[in-house]
């Protein structure tokens, strides 16, 4: 069973400052696709960025980075020149390649501070 | 194209009853999984259907069913309702099993048992 971590219950920004978020996981598996979700006080799930396992180059979309490190089994995000609409909730997931279960991080409750 | 949508938004019943919750995937989408979520527990997989069928299974009790028909729109119970299951009930669809990455989130069903 995978299981995934994300150590930092909550985190503060002020605006236009770059923040990284921490996620490590644990998995037997060698191919499989890492998540970063953000769920604002609306609930809406959204997908911020997707990392494939057997891609060895980090994944970016815009403001939003990964750091993905596969023998370590961590995959943190970062997030550049933050704004506030960027406060919310942030889920690290672990998903299979066959089916669409994800398995969630704890998460960790970003506050960007103007 | 509409994104994923789910009925009720909110819900209040009472401990015993049972309960019937609904989520319309994207239009296409063939896959749809259930996810609870609680402040405890955080988010949990519950079951993933594909072309009618349930694929795949999380770890609740016998009290928690599902459905898919089929123009895909999933359906599911949860009956002899217990305080423990008052959460936010999510739905994701995909495309289909080999698109895992590609899930999107309904915007949740408040349940909340008295």
């Known amino acids: 069973a995978q299981t995934v971590t994300q150590s930092q219950p909550e985190m503060s920004v002020q605006e236009a400052e770059t923040v990284t978020l921490s996620c490590t996981y644990d998995t037997s598996e060698s191919n499989y696709y890492l998540f970063w979700y953000k769920q604002p006080p609306s609930r809406q799930m959204i997908l911020v960025i997707r990392?494939?396992?057997?891609?060895?180059q980090n994944a970016t979309e815009n403001r939003f980075s990964v750091n993905f490190q596969k023998a370590a089994k961590s995959f943190s995000l970062k997030i550049s020149d933050s704004q506030l609409g960027d406060t919310a909730m942030y889920f690290c997931?672990?998903?299979?390649?066959?089916?669409?279960?994800?398995?969630f991080g704890e998460g960790t409750q970003l506050t960007v501070n103007p | 194209k509409a994104g994923v949508t789910q009925t009720p938004r909110y819900l209040i019943k009472t401990r015993g009853q049972q309960v019937t919750l609904s989520c319309s995937p994207i239009s296409g989408h063939r896959s749809v999984s259930w996810y609870q979520q609680t402040p405890g527990q955080g988010l949990q997989f519950l079951f993933e259907y594909f072309s009618e069928t349930q694929r795949n299974k999380g770890n609740f009790p016998g009290r928690f069913s599902g459905r898919q028909f089929s123009n895909s729109r999933s359906e599911m119970n949860v009956s002899t309702l217990e305080l423990g299951d008052s959460a936010l009930y999510l739905c994701a669809s995909s495309l289909s099993l080999s698109t895992p990455y590609e899930q999107y989130f309904g915007p949740g069903t408040r349940l909340t048992v008295t």
């Open positions: 990392q494939e396992a057997y891609k060895q």
């Open positions: 997931a672990f998903g299979e390649t066959s089916g669409s279960r994800l398995t």
